[in-house]
C-alpha cells in the first residue's frame, strides 16, 4: 500500500559527501514527519534527523552542522544531505515516514529498506 525507495548511499572517503534520497509512494493521504535513523554494526539503531510538520528539523549531536535534512512535499520526498563524513557515520541509514494513508483513521511509521553508507580511505 505504501512503498519507500531510498537511494544515495554509498563508498565515500572521509571528508566527503553523499545525498540520500527516499520517496514515498502508495495510498497516501497526508505526511506528518519524515526522519532518518541509522544502524552501524553492534550498535542500536539511532536517530540521525527528522522533520515534523510546523517544527524545526532536529539532529543528532554526532551530526549537527554536518548533516541537512530537507522536504519536497510535492514529491512526497525526504533528503539528508551529508558532508564532512567520518569514519563513524557509516552505517546502514533507514528513512522513516509517518503518514496516514487513504481511508485510515490513524498515523503510523513506515520504514526504508535501509542504504549502506560506508566512510573509509
Known amino acids: 500500500q505504501v512503498q519507500l525507495v531510498e537511494s544515495g548511499g554509498g563508498l565515500v572517503q572521509p571528508g566527503g559527501s553523499l545525498r540520500l534520497s527516499c520517496a514515498a509512494s502508495g495510498s497516501i493521504f497526508s505526511i506528518s514527519a519524515m526522519g532518518w535513523y541509522r544502524q552501524a554494526p553492534g550498535k542500536q539503531r539511532e536517530l540521525v534527523a527528522a522533520i515534523t510538520n510546523g517544527s524545526s528539523p532536529n539532529y543528532a549531536d554526532s551530526v549537527k552542522g554536518r548533516f541537512t535534512i530537507s522536504r519536497d512535499n510535492a514529491k512526497n520526498t525526504v533528503y539528508l544531505q551529508m558532508n564532512s563524513l567520518k569514519p563513524e557515520d557509516t552505517a546502514v541509514y533507514y528513512c522513516?515516514?509517518?503518514?496516514?494513508?487513504?481511508?485510515?483513521?490513524?498515523?503510523?511509521?513506515?520504514w526504508g529498506q535501509g542504504t549502506q553508507v560506508t566512510v573509509s580511505s
Open positions: 522513516t515516514v509517518r503518514l496516514l494513508t487513504t481511508g485510515s483513521i490513524s498515523f503510523r511509521n513506515y
